[in-house]
């Protein structure tokens, strides 16, 4: 998209403001990315806070040991209270989703 901005600003010569306005794309989020593109950071991360202790490889055997349920699979909430540090609820969630 930021690509396609600047292509469109070079052959226009149209402010930013704009083009992003034309495209119903807020000028802040196009300045969000296009600096962090400049500065060679990720432009989407996952949200909630990294998790830093090494994974547990018990974690997989005691997903697969869960009793799956067709909507719910139960023992969840307590697996994630013990491997909260490790992994985050939603690749926990895709584990046993899937």
Same mark, same amino acid.
């Given at each position: 998209? @930021?690509? !396609?901005?600047?292509?469109?600003? #070079?052959?226009?010569?149209?402010?930013?403001?704009?083009?992003?306005?034309?495209?119903? /794309?807020?000028?802040?989020?196009?300045?969000?990315?296009?600096?962090?593109?400049?500065?060679?950071? @990720?432009? !989407?991360?996952?949200?909630?806070? #990294?998790?830093?202790?090494?994974?547990?490889?018990?974690?997989?055997?005691?997903?697969? /040991?869960?009793?799956?349920?067709?909507?719910?699979?139960?023992?969840?909430?307590?697996?994630?209270?013990?491997?909260?540090?490790?992994?985050?609820?939603?690749?926990?969630?895709?584990?046993?989703?899937?």
């Amino acid at each position: 998209m @930021v690509k !396609i901005i600047e292509s469109i600003k #070079k052959e226009t010569g149209m402010p930013y403001g704009m083009i992003c306005k034309a495209l119903q /794309l807020p000028l802040a989020s196009f300045n969000r990315w296009r600096s962090k593109i400049r500065g060679s950071e @990720v432009l !989407i991360n996952r949200p909630g806070p #990294k998790k830093v202790q090494p994974f547990d490889p018990c974690l997989e055997t005691e997903v697969r /040991l869960l009793d799956h349920g067709t909507r719910r699979s139960a023992g969840t909430t307590g697996l994630y209270q013990r491997y909260r540090s490790n992994v985050s609820r939603r690749e926990l969630g895709g584990w046993w989703s899937g």
